[in-house]
């Protein structure tokens, strides 16, 4: 659905300094702990999110929007430790801040650079997403409780747009606790429940059925 413009840039910045926090005290072996992302460790979890801001700060759009861009963010820190990748996210992070306080509306709602899918402001929501289900993925691989803040909220609109591009729905997700979010529309079927367990679901981190749907709610799949 699009959430507001300040909103999204603040959020970001918000969600990245927590993604920091999280990452920056983890012990050598908290940093080599499966997650549930195939074949990836938390550290490697973290240095996707951490490469995905630093691609952004430094201009490294075309090779952002390619298909291996997260196997490459990781290739390139290999051997970073915690403390090392988050030194890296927290300076990337003052920058595209930076970056993100000079967009005005019409930037906001033009495309995205270097082909990238959807318009600016659609982008800059990824970011928030991307940091807030990556965040939940370390957290669940170290047995940790998790976070129902804002990421909760933008995850669920972005992923709203996600089935929308891809043809899914008609349906209206009426979560607990969040407004009610149109997919392709509007109308058709009602999604109820939890938005954390819609979530998983949608990026198929969680069997479908959990929610009375079937495996084309993933926008992974």
């Not at 920056?24 to 702990?33: D, G, M």
């Amino acid at each position: 659905m699009g959430l507001p413009r300040e909103e999204v840039v603040s959020g970001s910045a918000a969600e990245l300094a927590r993604f920091e926090e999280l990452i920056r005290p983890l012990s050598v072996a908290e940093w080599k702990t499966p997650t549930r992302c195939a074949g990836w460790a938390t550290g490697d979890v973290a240095k996707h999110v951490a490469g995905t801001i630093a691609d952004i700060a430094t201009g490294r759009f075309a090779e952002l929007a390619a298909p291996d861009a997260p196997s490459r963010q990781v290739a390139e820190r290999r051997g970073k430790s915690a403390r090392e990748v988050a030194d890296e996210l927290h300076q990337a992070t003052k920058v595209v801040a930076d970056i993100g306080a000079a967009f005005d509306d019409a930037a906001w709602a033009g495309p995205a650079p270097a082909g990238i899918p959807g318009t600016l402001g659609e982008g800059v929501e990824a970011i928030w997403y991307d940091a807030y289900v990556h965040a939940e993925d370390i957290r669940a691989a170290l047995d940790r409780r998790s976070e129902r803040g804002p990421g909760v909220r933008v995850s669920v609109s972005h992923l709203a747009d996600l089935l929308g591009q891809r043809g899914w729905g008609p349906a209206v997700l009426a979560l607990d606790g969040l407004e009610e979010i149109p997919v392709s529309g509007g109308g058709g079927q009602r999604v109820t429940g939890d938005p954390l367990t819609f979530i998983l679901v949608a990026t198929g981190r969680q069997d479908a059925h959990v929610m009375g749907l079937d495996g084309s709610v993933n926008v992974y799949a």
